[in-house]
């Protein structure tokens, strides 16, 4: 029987932790931490997210605006919004949804947003702080892994980390993370051989490929902690993880749920970052704050 790790607990207490340091933050320094949140389309996972960040926002008293924009939102009025939204002062946080229609260049519109307010971490400036550890930003889904493994007490230094995908918001940041932390890591994608073989290795094994139910019990080594960040739907409309939950938990030590787990934290952690952009902009403008940011460099 594995040890359920709760991401809404542990994003419960990091969250009044915020809260807290919101209230004096904004006491200090006049200051109300910003964050517009802009989507463009009508995909339904992506407006349940939108939603539960601006929720956020009001639960932690950030300003929060939303820019629901058409489907046939062109790149130029796209990038004309973020470039409004980056001149903005009461706007210290730009999140712009992903995925973008095809008509729209992704990595044109990233690299549009000031890296000083790009709360995602997603511009080249801030994934190259993630690179050498001196971030500004912590990317938002693997910090919020990294939050869970702190709070089930399960250590990473020396041991070793096997993490399942390789995309540029989970996988190659969560690998960065826990190389941070002293930990061995493989990051296996598609082609990689013996992918069972190499997943039953790990002590800590990420899960971030997006299929459904991918990770199965042969591949978890007796006692490894299972970190699920995939969010899928069954053939029945049901939500799940790309681990196979029922058939891992009694092999794993630690296991997070899906939905439950990572899903919480990654918001939490947005809102984290938008406070330390907060701060940053405070301290640039004078404004008397204390400078708390969300800088994790490790030597
Ligand atoms: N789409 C799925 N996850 C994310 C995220 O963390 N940030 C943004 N901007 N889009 C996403």
């Given at each position: 029987m594995a040890v359920r790790i709760d991401g809404k607990a542990v994003s419960a207490a990091v969250r009044a932790r915020l809260k807290a340091e919101t209230e004096?933050?904004?006491?200090?320094?006049?200051v109300v931490p910003g964050l517009a949140v802009v989507i463009v389309g009508s995909d339904p996972a992506s407006q349940v997210y939108v939603r539960n960040k601006k929720k956020a926002c009001e639960e932690l008293g950030f300003y929060s605006e939303g820019y629901d924009l058409p489907e046939e939102t062109t790149e130029e009025e796209l990038l004309s919004l973020v470039k409004r939204l980056n001149e903005d002062g009461r706007i210290h946080g730009i999140l712009v949804q992903l995925p973008l229609p095809a008509h729209i260049d992704e990595n044109r519109v990233i690299r549009a947003i000031r890296p000083d307010k790009d709360v995602d971490a997603f511009h080249a400036e801030n994934v190259g702080h993630i690179m050498?550890?001196?971030?500004?930003?912590?990317?938002?889904?693997?910090?919020g892994v990294m939050e869970l493994l702190h709070a089930a007490g399960v250590p990473?230094?020396?041991?070793?980390?096997?993490?399942?995908?390789?995309?540029?918001?989970?996988g190659k940041p969560m690998a960065?993370?826990?190389?941070?932390?002293n930990g061995t890591v493989t990051l296996c994608h598609s082609r990689t051989?013996?992918?069972?073989e190499v997943c039953r290795r790990a002590d800590i094994l990420v899960a971030a490929v997006g299929r459904a139910k991918f990770?199965?019990?042969?591949?978890?080594?007796?006692?490894?902690?299972?970190?699920?960040?995939?969010?899928?739907?069954?053939?029945?409309?049901?939500?799940?993880?790309?681990?196979?939950?029922?058939?891992?938990?009694?092999?794993a030590g630690y296991i997070t749920p899906v939905p439950g787990g990572v899903g919480p934290m990654t918001i939490t952690m947005l809102m984290k970052n938008t406070l330390s952009?907060?701060?940053?902009?405070?301290a640039e403008t004078g404004k008397h704050a204390s400078c708390g940011g969300a800088s994790g460099k490790k030597d």
């Amino acid at each position: 029987m594995a040890v359920r790790i709760d991401g809404k607990a542990v994003s419960a207490a990091v969250r009044a932790r915020l809260k807290a340091e919101t209230e004096e933050f904004t006491r200090e320094t006049g200051v109300v931490p910003g964050l517009a949140v802009v989507i463009v389309g009508s995909d339904p996972a992506s407006q349940v997210y939108v939603r539960n960040k601006k929720k956020a926002c009001e639960e932690l008293g950030f300003y929060s605006e939303g820019y629901d924009l058409p489907e046939e939102t062109t790149e130029e009025e796209l990038l004309s919004l973020v470039k409004r939204l980056n001149e903005d002062g009461r706007i210290h946080g730009i999140l712009v949804q992903l995925p973008l229609p095809a008509h729209i260049d992704e990595n044109r519109v990233i690299r549009a947003i000031r890296p000083d307010k790009d709360v995602d971490a997603f511009h080249a400036e801030n994934v190259g702080h993630i690179m050498t550890g001196d971030y500004r930003f912590l990317p938002c889904t693997p910090a919020g892994v990294m939050e869970l493994l702190h709070a089930a007490g399960v250590p990473v230094e020396g041991r070793e980390c096997v993490v399942v995908g390789r995309s540029n918001i989970v996988g190659k940041p969560m690998a960065m993370l826990l190389l941070h932390e002293n930990g061995t890591v493989t990051l296996c994608h598609s082609r990689t051989k013996n992918l069972p073989e190499v997943c039953r290795r790990a002590d800590i094994l990420v899960a971030a490929v997006g299929r459904a139910k991918f990770i199965t019990a042969d591949m978890v080594k007796p006692g490894a902690a299972v970190i699920d960040v995939g969010i899928n739907r069954t053939a029945d409309k049901k939500l799940c993880g790309d681990v196979d939950y029922d058939a891992v938990e009694p092999v794993a030590g630690y296991i997070t749920p899906v939905p439950g787990g990572v899903g919480p934290m990654t918001i939490t952690m947005l809102m984290k970052n938008t406070l330390s952009a907060a701060r940053a902009f405070a301290a640039e403008t004078g404004k008397h704050a204390s400078c708390g940011g969300a800088s994790g460099k490790k030597d």
